[in-house]
Protein backbone atom coordinates (compact mmCIF):
# COMPACT_ATOMS: atom_id res chain seq x y z
CA UNK A 1 0.00 0.00 0.00
CA UNK A 2 1.32 3.37 -0.91
CA UNK A 3 2.09 5.87 2.08
CA UNK A 4 1.10 9.67 2.12
CA UNK A 5 2.51 11.40 -0.69
CA UNK A 6 3.54 14.54 -0.61
CA UNK A 7 5.27 16.51 -3.57
CA UNK A 8 7.69 18.79 -4.75
CA UNK A 9 9.80 17.51 -1.64
CA UNK A 10 12.13 20.67 -1.69
CA UNK A 11 11.44 24.18 -2.79
CA UNK A 12 13.64 27.04 -2.76
CA UNK A 13 11.47 30.58 -3.87
CA UNK A 14 12.51 33.87 -2.91
CA UNK A 15 10.93 36.19 -0.26
CA UNK A 16 7.27 37.49 -1.26
CA UNK A 17 6.66 34.66 -4.10
CA UNK A 18 3.73 32.07 -3.76
CA UNK A 19 4.55 28.45 -3.01
CA UNK A 20 2.13 25.62 -2.90
CA UNK A 21 2.55 22.21 -1.54
CA UNK A 22 0.39 19.08 -2.45
CA UNK A 23 -0.37 15.92 -0.62
CA UNK A 24 -1.95 12.60 -1.54
CA UNK A 25 -3.20 11.08 1.74
CA UNK A 26 -3.40 7.17 1.89
CA UNK A 27 -6.49 5.47 0.25
CA UNK A 28 -9.88 5.78 2.29
CA UNK A 29 -8.43 8.09 5.02
CA UNK A 30 -10.73 10.52 5.86
CA UNK A 31 -8.21 12.71 8.27
CA UNK A 32 -5.89 14.45 6.60
CA UNK A 33 -3.57 17.10 9.01
CA UNK A 34 -0.66 19.50 7.54
CA UNK A 35 1.27 20.24 10.23
CA UNK A 36 4.64 22.87 10.52
CA UNK A 37 8.51 21.60 11.48
CA UNK A 38 10.68 24.20 12.59
CA UNK A 39 14.28 22.39 12.97
CA UNK A 40 14.88 20.91 15.81
CA UNK A 41 10.92 21.25 17.09
CA UNK A 42 8.51 18.79 16.71
CA UNK A 43 5.17 19.15 14.40
CA UNK A 44 2.94 22.15 14.98
CA UNK A 45 -0.47 21.68 13.26
CA UNK A 46 -1.77 24.14 10.98
CA UNK A 47 -5.05 22.84 9.98
CA UNK A 48 -6.58 19.25 10.10
CA UNK A 49 -9.45 18.04 7.68
CA UNK A 50 -12.14 15.67 8.27
CA UNK A 51 -13.28 14.63 4.85
CA UNK A 52 -13.42 18.07 2.78
CA UNK A 53 -14.22 20.26 6.06
CA UNK A 54 -11.57 22.37 7.95
CA UNK A 55 -12.39 21.42 11.53
CA UNK A 56 -9.28 23.08 13.17
CA UNK A 57 -7.45 25.46 11.53
CA UNK A 58 -6.84 27.81 14.58
CA UNK A 59 -3.50 27.86 14.32
CA UNK A 60 -3.20 28.39 10.63
CA UNK A 61 -1.65 31.82 9.87
CA UNK A 62 -4.58 33.05 7.18
CA UNK A 63 -3.30 36.53 5.80
CA UNK A 64 -0.71 34.36 3.75
CA UNK A 65 -1.55 30.79 4.20
CA UNK A 66 -4.40 28.95 3.01
CA UNK A 67 -5.10 25.16 2.34
CA UNK A 68 -8.03 23.64 0.55
CA UNK A 69 -8.95 19.39 -0.10
CA UNK A 70 -11.56 19.22 -2.78
CA UNK A 71 -13.51 16.21 -2.74
CA UNK A 72 -12.13 14.93 0.76
CA UNK A 73 -8.98 13.35 -0.86
CA UNK A 74 -5.95 15.71 -1.89
CA UNK A 75 -4.91 18.52 -0.08
CA UNK A 76 -2.68 21.46 -1.32
CA UNK A 77 -1.35 23.92 1.03
CA UNK A 78 -0.70 27.57 0.00
CA UNK A 79 1.56 29.94 1.10
CA UNK A 80 1.46 33.74 -0.71
CA UNK A 81 3.96 35.55 -0.02
CA UNK A 82 6.25 33.80 1.62
CA UNK A 83 8.70 35.07 3.89
CA UNK A 84 11.94 34.47 5.63
CA UNK A 85 10.60 33.02 8.47
CA UNK A 86 8.39 30.56 6.31
CA UNK A 87 11.50 27.97 6.15
CA UNK A 88 10.85 24.70 7.14
CA UNK A 89 9.66 21.39 6.71
CA UNK A 90 5.21 21.32 6.13
CA UNK A 91 4.37 17.50 7.11
CA UNK A 92 1.21 16.06 5.46
CA UNK A 93 -0.16 13.37 7.66
CA UNK A 94 -3.54 10.99 7.59
CA UNK A 95 -5.64 8.93 9.39
CA UNK A 96 -8.69 7.13 9.73
CA UNK A 97 -10.29 8.02 13.09
CA UNK A 98 -13.28 6.20 14.52
CA UNK A 99 -15.71 6.94 16.67
CA UNK A 100 -13.81 8.20 19.33
CA UNK A 101 -10.88 7.06 18.90
CA UNK A 102 -7.74 8.23 16.81
CA UNK A 103 -7.01 6.24 13.89
CA UNK A 104 -2.93 5.97 13.75
CA UNK A 105 -1.65 9.13 11.92
CA UNK A 106 0.87 8.35 8.99
CA UNK A 107 2.95 11.14 7.77
CA UNK A 108 4.39 11.71 4.09
CA UNK A 109 8.21 12.65 4.01
CA UNK A 110 7.67 16.59 3.93
CA UNK A 111 8.25 19.08 1.91
CA UNK A 112 11.16 21.27 2.46
CA UNK A 113 10.83 25.01 2.01
CA UNK A 114 13.72 27.24 1.71
CA UNK A 115 12.76 31.13 1.73
CA UNK A 116 15.57 33.32 0.25
CA UNK B 1 -3.88 24.63 25.65
CA UNK B 2 -1.82 21.24 26.00
CA UNK B 3 2.07 21.76 26.86
CA UNK B 4 4.39 18.75 26.15
CA UNK B 5 7.96 19.01 27.27
CA UNK B 6 10.56 16.20 26.71
CA UNK B 7 14.25 15.54 27.49
CA UNK B 8 17.01 14.86 26.89
CA UNK B 9 17.10 16.96 23.41
CA UNK B 10 20.32 14.63 22.47
CA UNK B 11 20.92 11.09 24.15
CA UNK B 12 24.38 8.99 23.44
CA UNK B 13 24.54 5.14 24.09
CA UNK B 14 26.47 2.07 23.22
CA UNK B 15 24.79 -0.40 21.01
CA UNK B 16 23.27 -3.29 23.82
CA UNK B 17 22.83 -0.25 26.91
CA UNK B 18 19.22 0.75 27.41
CA UNK B 19 17.96 4.52 26.38
CA UNK B 20 15.01 6.35 28.12
CA UNK B 21 13.53 9.47 27.38
CA UNK B 22 10.68 11.21 29.38
CA UNK B 23 7.74 13.88 29.03
CA UNK B 24 5.54 15.62 31.03
CA UNK B 25 2.27 17.36 30.00
CA UNK B 26 0.37 19.71 31.28
CA UNK B 27 -3.25 19.26 30.24
CA UNK B 28 -4.96 16.68 32.61
CA UNK B 29 -7.72 15.87 30.35
CA UNK B 30 -5.17 14.21 27.97
CA UNK B 31 -5.22 9.91 27.13
CA UNK B 32 -3.79 9.17 24.77
CA UNK B 33 0.22 9.37 24.55
CA UNK B 34 1.69 8.63 20.76
CA UNK B 35 5.56 8.13 20.53
CA UNK B 36 7.33 8.73 16.95
CA UNK B 37 10.55 7.81 15.30
CA UNK B 38 11.33 10.33 12.15
CA UNK B 39 14.29 9.66 10.80
CA UNK B 40 16.64 11.56 8.40
CA UNK B 41 14.60 12.55 5.11
CA UNK B 42 11.36 11.20 6.38
CA UNK B 43 8.32 11.82 8.37
CA UNK B 44 7.52 10.96 11.93
CA UNK B 45 6.41 7.03 12.57
CA UNK B 46 4.40 6.20 15.23
CA UNK B 47 6.39 3.12 16.77
CA UNK B 48 4.11 2.78 19.85
CA UNK B 49 1.42 4.61 21.93
CA UNK B 50 -0.34 4.44 25.38
CA UNK B 51 -4.12 5.32 26.99
CA UNK B 52 -4.38 6.87 30.02
CA UNK B 53 -6.10 3.52 31.24
CA UNK B 54 -2.91 1.79 30.66
CA UNK B 55 0.21 2.21 33.24
CA UNK B 56 2.80 0.06 31.03
CA UNK B 57 3.02 -1.14 27.25
CA UNK B 58 5.39 -2.86 25.77
CA UNK B 59 6.38 -4.18 22.18
CA UNK B 60 9.36 -6.15 22.18
CA UNK B 61 12.23 -3.83 22.76
CA UNK B 62 10.48 -1.00 23.16
CA UNK B 63 7.88 -0.06 26.47
CA UNK B 64 6.50 3.05 27.41
CA UNK B 65 5.18 3.81 31.07
CA UNK B 66 2.25 6.58 32.35
CA UNK B 67 2.21 7.87 35.40
CA UNK B 68 -1.24 9.81 35.28
CA UNK B 69 -0.89 11.38 38.82
CA UNK B 70 2.55 13.20 38.16
CA UNK B 71 1.23 13.49 34.32
CA UNK B 72 4.91 12.20 33.13
CA UNK B 73 5.40 9.44 30.46
CA UNK B 74 8.52 7.47 29.34
CA UNK B 75 9.73 5.87 26.51
CA UNK B 76 12.19 2.57 27.13
CA UNK B 77 14.43 1.47 24.38
CA UNK B 78 16.24 -1.71 25.69
CA UNK B 79 19.37 -3.37 23.70
CA UNK B 80 19.75 -0.71 21.66
CA UNK B 81 20.89 -0.97 18.30
CA UNK B 82 22.76 1.54 15.60
CA UNK B 83 19.33 1.28 13.53
CA UNK B 84 17.76 3.02 16.40
CA UNK B 85 19.19 6.05 15.87
CA UNK B 86 16.77 8.68 14.74
CA UNK B 87 15.00 11.81 16.58
CA UNK B 88 11.70 10.30 18.99
CA UNK B 89 8.74 12.69 19.57
CA UNK B 90 6.75 11.76 22.33
CA UNK B 91 3.15 13.83 21.75
CA UNK B 92 -0.05 14.06 23.89
CA UNK B 93 -3.71 14.52 23.09
CA UNK B 94 -7.50 13.70 24.02
CA UNK B 95 -8.43 10.79 21.77
CA UNK B 96 -12.39 11.85 21.92
CA UNK B 97 -13.56 14.05 19.17
CA UNK B 98 -10.71 16.26 17.82
CA UNK B 99 -7.74 14.48 17.70
CA UNK B 100 -4.86 17.28 17.92
CA UNK B 101 -1.78 15.61 19.40
CA UNK B 102 0.74 18.19 20.68
CA UNK B 103 4.30 16.86 20.39
CA UNK B 104 7.37 17.53 22.33
CA UNK B 105 10.89 19.05 21.18
CA UNK B 106 12.59 15.66 20.64
CA UNK B 107 15.67 13.47 21.41
CA UNK B 108 17.94 12.75 18.98
CA UNK B 109 19.41 9.13 19.99
CA UNK B 110 22.44 8.11 18.74
CA UNK B 111 23.84 4.57 19.29
CA UNK B 112 26.91 3.83 18.56
CA UNK B 113 28.30 0.69 17.63
Redesign the interface.
Known amino acids: EAG ?1 VQSPRYKIIEKKQPVAFWCNPISGHN ?1 LYWYLQNL ?6 LI ?1 YENEEA ?2 DSQLPKDRFSAERLKGVDSTLKIQPAELGDSAVY ?1 C ?1 S ?1 L ?1 GQ ?11 TRLTVL | GENVEQHPSTLSVQEGDSAVIKCTYSDSASNYFPWYKQELGKGPQLIIDIRSNVGEKKDQRIAVTLNKTAKHFSLHITETQPEDSAVYFCAASTSGGSYIPTFGRGTSLIVHP
Open positions: VTGQGPELRVDLASAGAPGEQFFGPG
